[in-house]
C-alpha cells in the first residue's frame, strides 16, 4: 500500500507539470501569429 502510494505521488505531479506545460504551449501559440507546426521561439530550439 504505501510502495503504490509513493509511486502514485510523483506520477500525479509529472501529470500536473506536463498539463501547466501543454496548456501554456497551447495558449502560446493561439496567440503566437505563426503557424502551428513552426516553433514560437526559435531560440528556444537552437539552446
Known amino acids: ?3 503504490v502510494a509513493k509511486q502514485q505521488k510523483p506520477d500525479r505531479q509529472e501529470k ?7 496548456a501554456r504551449s497551447s495558449y502560446l501559440l493561439t496567440l503566437s ?3 502551428p507546426f ?3 521561439q526559435p531560440s528556444y530550439c537552437y539552446s
Open 1 to 3: 500500500m504505501y510502495s
Open 16 to 22: 500536473r507539470h506536463i498539463g501547466r506545460t501543454g
Open 33 to 35: 501569429p505563426h503557424p
Open 38 to 40: 513552426s516553433p514560437p
